[in-house]
């Protein structure tokens, strides 16, 4: 289980991102090793959902020099209740369970509009910036392409 933090970063959340990247990367390649033998995996990437996740967190304090910075922002929304959980639980499960059983499990499932809109927005992002760096990415080869 990822999640929409696993395509898709927070200020002030960074060790949660930190773990859902590396289950992204580890599923991915674990996906390739395990093809010949019929295997498949998936890794479902729901937006917040209303599971009461958030209930057990705790906060630290507010800290001055972060007052009014993204960090702050996104902890301030989080507190406030600001940070909406869109995603519905059973609906959620469901979407999952059936591409599961689907004839052609996809490797990522983005479960809910604001996960979709906003993993696509960020893989768009990062594709953006990549392309403005071929001629330097191409030019780093021992022999440069002519």
């Known amino acids: 289980m990822s999640s929409e933090g696993g395509q898709v970063t927070y200020p002030g959340v960074g060790l949660y991102h930190v773990t859902k990247w590396g289950i992204e990367a580890y599923v991915e390649a674990l996906s390739k090793e395990v093809a010949p033998f019929g295997i498949e995996c998936m890794l479902a990437e729901p937006r917040p959902t209303g599971t009461h996740f958030a209930g057990g967190l705790d906060f630290a304090a507010a800290s001055d020099p972060y007052k009014g910075s993204p960090a702050d922002t996104v902890r301030d929304a989080i507190l406030s209740g600001a940070f909406k959980m869109t995603g519905h639980a059973e609906r959620t499960v469901a979407a ?14 983005a479960l809910g509009s604001v996960a979709y809109d906003n993993i696509e927005a960020a893989l768009l992002g990062r594709l953006d910036l990549l392309r403005t760096q071929q001629a330097i990415a191409y030019g780093a080869d021992v022999e440069p392409p002519a």
């Open 96 to 109: 999952t369970i059936a591409a599961i059983d689907s004839e052609h499990m996809p490797l990522r499932l």
